[in-house]
């Protein structure tokens, strides 16, 4: 029995396949808007980026899923009722016209939806790799990261060039530790500030090595320093540095500076107590081309030898120091020396510079309440102490405000619990520990030998003056500290220079 007297309605006459043709009627027209929203915005909106290509998509599909359902179920039901009329498989006859037609129109609409599908999740690969989904999408969580990455020279460097690289291995590893982020941050469940250093970001040889080519670093490179005083005329202070950047490679001049750490010859591993890894008793380098091997170990310490080796340790690469290549969250003393030396904010109004660090050294519960305290403050201070030039110099004061309001919510994420004393910057030694975390002279080898902490091994000073007065010019002299200290050798500069107000 091959043919049906009568003409059977279709199967999918169905409620189930009714409500699952409309889902999935409804989620493309959707998408087809969303596409063109997405296509024509001049901003990526990472909403629309989402609901376009993961959340409709998987809509329509669960739509399409409910039709074919609703077609099997119906089929089961029809045939308990008449087993003859209607058998166990479809009976595809391509002789008959009325199945060819079917078949064609089904193989067609599989096509497009399979092509459809393979964009799809090509757009969702690629959109849940962009900057403005790590970005924004979770808005406020990465919202301390996404703000200082967008005024760091890597601005243009996409998040996933340091965060995954490429290959699939570690693409497959982002969206999974992605997924657990994603849930995280529905339930809440997120810490402030998020933790660094990251665990398991991606060895920088894979990453930052991509597009830095260490062998090329050598020779040294001139860096000017500007400073103001915490003093009524805001003394300008500058140095001139030549900072020894080389040592990539012997190759290209001299196997010392800097980057010699990185010098394929050099192997740095060392053990970190706490988990920002800025307390480091333990140190050892090994010089693959003479073979030497030396172990260096803290001393005038409680730790033990023991404890010190029974650490995790770390061999050293480019994140060791570079650790805020794009997420630099500048202390108010500095970035209200930049700002200064900008002429964003007036350096001729008295005590300035103290005034506005101590504004934006304060802290708070939320950047609004920030902004409010950092523009009476300032009227306060000006109104009470200096009442004779307050009206005459209410613009110069406005302006002022205004830039601390916006260098605050650039540097302090009081939401995250983010600033600088939470992710200090390794390089250098000024505003934390950095270099000095081993070159201290205090770390010491069995034979005596320390990590040196000589002033000249890392940079040599050119120049130095303050308000404009020269104050050293010999190349290779000894920099001058403003205040007579004695031997700068035996001083942590972090300890009076925290970044704020001292
Ligand atoms: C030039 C490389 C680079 C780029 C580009 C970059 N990051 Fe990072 N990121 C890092 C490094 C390096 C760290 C911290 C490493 C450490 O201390 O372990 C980090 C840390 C983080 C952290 C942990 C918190 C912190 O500040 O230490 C988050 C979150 C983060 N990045 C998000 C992003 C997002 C979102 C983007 C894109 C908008 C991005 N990153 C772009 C290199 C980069
Ligand atoms: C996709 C390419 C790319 C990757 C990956 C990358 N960088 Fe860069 N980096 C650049 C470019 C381009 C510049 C120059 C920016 C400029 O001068 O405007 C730069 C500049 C720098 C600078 C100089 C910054 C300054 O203040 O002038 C440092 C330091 C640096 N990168 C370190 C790193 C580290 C560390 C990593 C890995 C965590 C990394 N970069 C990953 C492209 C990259
Ligand atoms: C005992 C505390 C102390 C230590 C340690 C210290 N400084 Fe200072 N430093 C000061 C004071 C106080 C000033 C003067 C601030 C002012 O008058 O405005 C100053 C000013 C400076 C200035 C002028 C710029 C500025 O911010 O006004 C530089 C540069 C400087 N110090 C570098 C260093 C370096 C480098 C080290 C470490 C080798 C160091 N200091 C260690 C207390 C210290
Ligand atoms: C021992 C610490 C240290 C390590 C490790 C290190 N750097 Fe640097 N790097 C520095 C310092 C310090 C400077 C000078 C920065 C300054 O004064 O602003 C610098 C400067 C740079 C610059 C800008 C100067 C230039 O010559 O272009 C780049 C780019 C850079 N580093 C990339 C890297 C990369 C990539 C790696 C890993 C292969 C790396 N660094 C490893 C300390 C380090
Ligand atoms: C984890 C420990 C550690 C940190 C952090 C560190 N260094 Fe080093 N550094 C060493 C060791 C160990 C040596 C080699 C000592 C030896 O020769 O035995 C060295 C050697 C050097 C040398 C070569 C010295 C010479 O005599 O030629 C320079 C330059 C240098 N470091 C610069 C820096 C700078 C700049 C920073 C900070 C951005 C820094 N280091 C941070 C451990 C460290
Ligand atoms: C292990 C390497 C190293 C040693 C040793 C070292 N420095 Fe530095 N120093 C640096 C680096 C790197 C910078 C640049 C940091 C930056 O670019 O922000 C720096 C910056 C400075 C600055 C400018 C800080 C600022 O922001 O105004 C002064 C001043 C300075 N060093 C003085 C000293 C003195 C004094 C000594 C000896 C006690 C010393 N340094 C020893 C690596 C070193």
């Not at 393979?118 to 703000?147: L, N, R, W």
């Amino acid at each position: 029995m091959t043919d049906a007297p009568t003409k059977t309605p279709s199967l999918s006459r169905n409620f189930l396949s009714f409500i699952g043709l409309i889902i999935a009627l409804v989620a493309l027209v959707n998408i087809g808007f969303l596409v063109f929203a997405d296509l024509g915005a001049e901003h990526v909106n990472p909403y629309v980026g989402v609901l376009a290509y993961v959340v409709v998509p998987g809509i329509m599909v669960f739509g399409l899923a409910l039709w074919v359902l609703g077609m099997l179920i119906e089929r089961r039901r029809r045939r308990r009722h008449a087993p003859d009329e209607i058998q166990l498989y479809p009976d595809i006859d391509l002789n008959n016209p009325k199945t060819r037609r079917t078949f064609a129109f089904a193989a067609v609409g599989l096509t497009v939806f399979v092509l459809v599908s393979v964009v799809g999740s090509y757009k969702a690969y690629h959109y849940t790799d962009s900057d403005a989904f790590c970005g924004t999408m979770c808005h406020q969580i990465m919202h301390p990261e996404y703000t200082a990455y967008k005024a760091s020279p890597h601005a243009r460097v996409g998040c996933v060039n340091c965060h995954i690289g490429s290959g699939a291995t570690w693409y497959v590893k982002s969206k999974f530790s992605g997924a657990y982020q994603v849930y995280a941050t529905i339930a809440q469940k997120y810490p402030k500030p998020i933790p660094t250093p990251v665990e398991n970001l991606r060895p920088a040889q894979q990453t930052c090595e991509q597009c830095h080519w260490p062998e090329k670093f050598w020779g040294a490179q001139m860096k000017v320093f500007n400073h103001f005083g915490y003093d009524e005329a805001n003394t300008p202070r500058e140095t001139r540095m030549l900072i020894k950047v080389g040592g990539g490679s012997a190759a290209s001049g001299l196997a010392g500076g800097i980057h010699w750490h990185m010098n394929i010859n050099n192997e740095i591993t060392y053990a970190a107590i706490d988990k920002q890894r800025q307390k480091i008793p333990w140190v050892r380098i090994h010089d693959r081309k003479s073979g030497r091997v030396t172990e260096y170990f803290l001393e005038n310490t409680e730790i033990t030898h023991q404890q010190a080796l029974a650490a995790p340790k770390r061999v050293m690469d480019c994140v060791d120091c570079h650790n805020r290549p794009s997420h630099i969250y500048e202390p108010p003393d500095r970035a209200v020396d930049m700002a200064l030396l900008g002429g964003r904010i007036d350096r001729t109004l008295p005590f300035i510079k103290q005034q506005a660090v101590a504004a934006i050294t304060k802290d708070f519960d939320t950047t609004d309440r920030a902004k409010e305290s950092i523009a009476g403050d300032l009227h306060k201070f000006y109104k009470e102490n200096h009442a004779e030039s307050y009206e005459a110099r209410k613009p110069q004061i406005d302006s002022a405000v205004t830039e601390l309001q916006k260098i605050f919510a650039t540097i302090r994420f009081p939401e995250m619990k983010v600033d600088w004393r939470t992710h200090p910057n390794n390089v250098g030694h000024f505003y934390s520990s950095g270099c000095f975390r081993c070159h201290d002279d205090q770390h010491v080898s069995k034979d005596g030998k320390r990590i040196s902490k000589d002033c000249q091994i890392c940079h040599s000073l050119v120049g130095q003056a303050a308000a404009g007065v020269v104050m050293v010019e010999t190349p290779k002299a000894d920099f001058q500290h403003p205040i007579d200290l004695g031997d700068l050798r035996s001083m942590n500069c972090a300890d009076c220079h925290t970044g704020s107000s001292m």
